[in-house]
């Protein structure tokens, strides 16, 4: 409910409506409002797999999505922001690889703040922006309960 709903929000941005989730693994209990299970999230533009980490063991803020054209990586909570595409294979004809050259995105997120503000302006002036809505953050919120009741219904 924490750190994994952030997540979540991220991806709904990127890919799209959740559509279900399966739980891969219950993983353990951090008290009776939150849990780290593994599940294997479906979006309208795709499907993910969250992993839980150990929190209290370090911060391993990152996600890497795969496509046909390459390799995303958004890593250190969007500090860094990498693309890897692929290229023909120079010994297998017909195959693809992913290219050794890494571009590496700018995030902007050692501004992030400055950029909410700047988002908040933009929609107080009426103008489209890419701030979450309240109508959003609750489809975001139910989507984590009807997985945690999907993670409670595992131990049935």
Same mark, same amino acid.
């Given at each position: 409910?924490?750190?994994?709903?952030?997540?979540?929000?991220? +991806? !709904?941005?990127? @890919?799209?409506?959740?559509?279900?989730?399966?739980? @891969?693994?219950?993983?353990?209990?951090?008290?009776?409002?939150?849990?780290?299970?593994?599940?294997?999230? $479906?979006?309208?533009?795709?499907?993910?797999?969250?992993?839980?980490?150990?929190?209290?063991?370090?911060?391993?803020?990152?996600? !890497?999505?795969?496509?046909?054209?390459?390799?995303?990586?958004?890593? +250190?909570?969007?500090?860094?922001?990498?693309?890897?595409?692929?290229?023909?294979?120079?010994?297998?004809?017909?195959?693809?690889? @992913?290219?050794?050259?890494?571009?590496? +995105?700018?995030?902007?997120?050692? $501004?992030?703040?400055?950029?909410?503000?700047?988002?908040?302006?933009?929609?107080?002036?009426?103008?489209?922006?890419?701030?979450?809505?309240?109508?959003?953050? @609750?489809?975001? +919120? !139910?989507?984590?309960?009807?997985?945690?009741?999907?993670?409670?219904?595992?131990?049935?």
């Amino acid at each position: 409910l924490h750190n994994g709903s952030h997540f979540f929000n991220l +991806l !709904e941005f990127w @890919l799209g409506s959740f559509i279900g989730a399966k739980i @891969l693994d219950v993983g353990r209990s951090c008290d009776e409002y939150d849990s780290e299970p593994d599940v294997l999230v $479906k979006f309208q533009g795709g499907n993910i797999v969250f992993m839980a980490c150990w929190e209290e063991a370090f911060s391993h803020y990152t996600i !890497e999505l795969m496509s046909p054209s390459g390799r995303l990586r958004y890593e +250190l909570g969007g500090e860094l922001v990498s693309w890897q595409s692929t290229k023909p294979d120079p010994s297998i004809a017909g195959y693809e690889v @992913l290219s050794q050259d890494i571009e590496f +995105l700018f995030s902007g997120m050692s $501004k992030y703040q400055l950029h909410v503000v700047e988002q908040l302006f933009v929609a107080l002036s009426g103008r489209p922006h890419t701030l979450s809505t309240g109508r959003q953050s @609750l489809r975001t +919120l !139910e989507a984590m309960h009807q997985i945690i009741n999907e993670k409670n219904n595992e131990y049935r």
